[in-house]
């Protein structure tokens, strides 16, 4: 019953460095986002993707990059990361808007940029 | 434009108290969905109940209960006799069909409930 997938649970990375945060679903969903959540606040939207080759940017999009190659995977990349990119990252996925568009989220990644 | 408020910061409350949390939304859209996730101090988030802007009807299940008032556009969530274990943060959502998909998410409500 695995649902959203995403690894690696916890990363210290340096200013400067980059990396990929992994996310895959067996859900079928056609949506998948990324979000944010910072210590003590709500959800921010990264970026998102109605399906495969299709993504679009969220509320926060710069530093990021993602790609949507299949259905079931949608990596986030940061690039040159900075320490206000500590954050908390969640992947999630739904159905989308016209079957009521429950997300479903991982378990969230804990990045820390020192 | 979409916009969920939830004005109440924290809350805490002792054991066996019922407790409110609050929830106003705001959309032009007239076909939208609300939710309700909870995230305990693990961290994970876990979806609650979904209710669509055409099912008025309030919800019960167990110790939670749902008020939905489209009229005051509000969407409360109630706790009946709280446990320790619903020590959480608690996330209203608003999903509307007209905006591709996108939730948007209010900043959520710290419960502490102690026993």
């Known amino acids: 019953n695995a649902g959203v997938t995403q690894t690696p649970k916890f990363r210290i990375l340096k200013i400067g460095q980059s990396m990929t945060l992994q996310c895959t679903q067996d859900?079928?969903?056609?949506?998948m986002y990324w979000y944010r959540q910072d210590p003590g606040m709500g959800l921010k939207l990264i970026y998102y993707?109605?399906?495969?080759?299709?993504?679009d940017k969220g509320e926060v999009p710069n530093g990021y990059n993602v790609s949507r190659s299949t259905t079931e995977d949608f990596p986030l990349r940061l690039e040159l990361a900075a320490p206000s990119q500590t954050s908390v990252y969640f992947c999630?996925?739904?159905?989308?808007?016209?079957?009521?568009?429950?997300?479903?989220f991982g378990e969230g990644s804990w990045l820390t940029v020192v | 434009a979409q916009k969920v408020t939830q004005a109440q910061t924290e809350i805490s409350v002792v054991e066996k108290e019922d407790v409110t949390l609050d929830c106003v939304y705001e959309?032009?859209?007239?076909?939208?969905?609300l939710f309700w996730y909870k995230q305990p101090p693990s961290g994970e988030l876990v979806f609650l109940i979904r209710?669509?802007?055409?099912?008025?009807q309030n919800e019960i299940s167990g110790r939670y209960s749902w008020n939905f008032q489209k009229s005051t556009s509000s969407f409360n969530f109630t706790i009946t006799a709280s446990q320790v274990v619903d020590s959480a943060v608690y996330f209203c959502?608003?999903?509307?069909?007209?905006?591709?998909?996108?939730?948007?998410f209010g900043d959520g409500t710290t419960l502490t409930v102690k026993p």
């Open positions: 999630a996925s739904s159905y989308g808007p016209s079957t009521g568009n429950t997300i479903y």
């Open positions: 859900m079928n969903h056609n949506y």
């Open positions: 993707s109605v399906g495969a080759g299709i993504t």
């Open positions: 959309t032009r859209d007239t076909t939208y969905y």
């Open positions: 209710r669509n802007s055409f099912d008025e």
């Open positions: 959502a608003l999903s509307a069909n007209t905006n591709a998909g996108k939730s948007t």
